[in-house]
């Protein structure tokens, strides 16, 4: 396809599942970036991959959250033991290359952690 | 660290009528860039328009000019003759050059065109 996609585009799991979130960015962008978007906020950084090297990881919240990127095109988004406050939007945006380099997102993941 | 800050959350324009969303930024690096997303109502995050710290000329694409104003902080987005379509939740966004890559964005805000 021409943009990002992400799936599953919904999720529901039970407290303590583990979920594995995926993305598939824009072909041949080098760049790809995890955010997360709480209802009525923005989009906050969660982390960023160069090819298949994680170059940020600053915004995972806790050791439960993890990325990978290991052929430097898909990403998996994995949470385990999921928590009620996983609850969220889980963005995936991927860009050419350069720091200023427009990002473009795909449709997100709707997690919800009952 | 740096911030965005959107101060109106919400705003109200007649259709046809130009409206201005602001945007302000805090940080302390000279290289940066600024971009501007809209959200509807089905929830994707949509590009509008980019602005680069050092470009001198405010950009402007289609019916989006973003108004940058370096000295006093600001990167407000202008759209002229609102359409109905454009009904939706608008987000600033910050990134620096030379650093993580990533985009810090603002709360939002919510536009409505009215008829």
């Known amino acids: 396809g021409a943009g990002v996609s992400q799936s599953p585009r919904y999720k529901v799991t039970k407290r303590g599942q583990d979920v594995a979130l995926r993305c598939d960015p824009i072909?041949?962008?080098?760049?790809l970036y995890w955010y997360r978007q709480a209802l009525g906020q923005g989009p906050e950084f969660l982390t960023y991959f160069n090819y298949e090297a994680q170059q940020d990881k600053s915004g995972l919240p806790n050791d439960r959250f993890s990325a990978e990127r290991p052929e430097g095109s898909i990403s998996t988004l994995t949470i385990q033991r999921t928590e009620q406050r996983d609850s969220a939007m889980y963005r995936c945006?991927?860009?050419?290359?350069?720091?200023?380099?427009?990002?473009?997102f795909g449709p997100g993941t709707r997690l919800t952690v009952l | 660290a740096q911030k965005i800050t959107q101060t109106q959350p919400g705003m109200f324009v007649q259709e046809k009528e130009a409206v201005t969303l602001d945007c302000t930024y805090d940080?302390?690096?000279?290289?940066?860039?600024l971009f501007w997303y809209k959200q509807p109502s089905s929830g994707e995050m949509i590009f509008l328009i980019y602005?680069?710290?050092?470009?001198?000329q405010n950009a402007t694409e289609g019916r989006y000019s973003l108004n940058f104003q370096k000295a006093r902080k600001s990167a407000n987005l202008v759209i002229s003759a609102s359409q109905l379509g454009d009904s939706a939740m608008y987000f600033c966004a910050m990134s620096l050059e030379g650093g993580s890559e990533k985009l810090v964005f603002g709360k939002g805000t919510k536009l409505t065109v009215n008829p």
């Open positions: 072909s041949g962008h080098v760049s």
């Open positions: 940080t302390s690096d000279q290289s940066y860039g």
């Open positions: 602005q680069g710290s050092y470009d001198e």
């Open positions: 945006a991927s860009s050419l290359a350069a720091i200023t380099d427009t990002q473009y």
